[in-house]
T-cell receptor, first 113, second 115 residues
Framework: GENVEQHPSTLSVQEGDSAVIKCTYSDSASNYFPWYKQELGKRPQLIIDIRSNVGEKKDQRIAVTLNKTAKHFSLHITETQPEDSAVYFC????????????FGTGTSLTVIP | EAGVAQSPRYKIIEKRQSVAFWCNPI?????LYWYQQILGQGPKLLIQFQNNGVVDDSQLPKDRFSAERLKGVDSTLKIQPAKLEDSAVYLC?????????????FGPGTRLLVL
């Protein structure tokens, strides 16, 4: 089955700096890559996603890039704010196998004011 | 639009006891997922339903875990008997269908502590 690895496990940045979280996947058939943000004690919430026919996608301060050849994708947060502090999970999915998501182990991001 | 509802939010039991969790997906969502999230890890899929049928339960420890979605709406996940290593957050999620690239919406989870 699919194996998703995520790095780093913890990340601290100064407010206003950028944060980058990287994920690799093993199944070359994976074609959908969502990113979820989970604040302490709350439910995971989708913040951005990318499909394999696209190399990059942006939404305000958040962007995701995908390199299908290398089988890795990354989350980029610019101009970080304290409210960006949370655990971020990447996931990979193979669309023709029922939309099952395989999650990474998470990155705990702390934005220092 | 109401989100995915779960209950209870917290549960503390002793090992070898039984426990059940309930999930109500977003209205109209045909696909329902149960995940186990152990502290410090990402969610791991336990079972996936499409309406009232099981799509994938390959990672469900069937000797102690069971789940049902009899009428294709609400779902119940049961653990019997519980072990210490079952301590985790159990997340329910739903999506419109099992078509690829379909957003999954998560409930708040049930935090289980087995003593």
């Amino acid at each position: 089955g699919e194996n998703v690895e995520q790095h780093p496990s913890t990340l601290s940045v100064q407010e206003g700096d950028s944060a980058v979280i990287k994920c690799t996947y093993s199944d070359s058939a994976s074609n959908y890559f969502p990113w979820y943000k989970q604040e302490l004690g709350k439910r995971p919430q989708l913040i951005i996603d990318i499909r394999s026919n696209v190399g990059e996608k942006k939404d305000q301060r958040i962007a995701v890039t995908l390199n299908k050849t290398a089988k890795h994708f990354s989350l980029h947060i610019t101009e970080t704010q304290p409210e960006d502090s949370a655990v971020y999970f990447c996931a990979a999915s193979v669309s023709n196998t029922g939309n099952q998501f395989y999650f990474g182990t998470g990155t705990s991001l702390t934005v220092i004011p | 639009e109401a989100g995915v509802a779960q209950s209870p939010r917290y549960k503390i039991i002793e090992k070898r006891q039984s426990v059940a969790f309930w999930c109500n997906p977003i209205s109209g969502h045909a696909t329902l997922y149960w995940y186990q999230q152990i502290l410090g890890q990402g969610p791991k899929l336990l079972i996936q339903f499409q309406n009232n049928g099981v799509v994938d339960d390959s990672q469900l420890p069937k000797d102690r875990f069971s789940a049902e979605r009899l009428k294709g709406v609400d779902s119940t996940l049961k653990i019997q008997p519980a072990k210490l290593e079952d301590s985790a957050v159990y997340l329910c999620a739903s999506s419109l269908s099992l078509a690829g690239s379909m957003t999954q919406y998560f409930g708040p989870g049930t935090r289980l502590l087995v003593l």
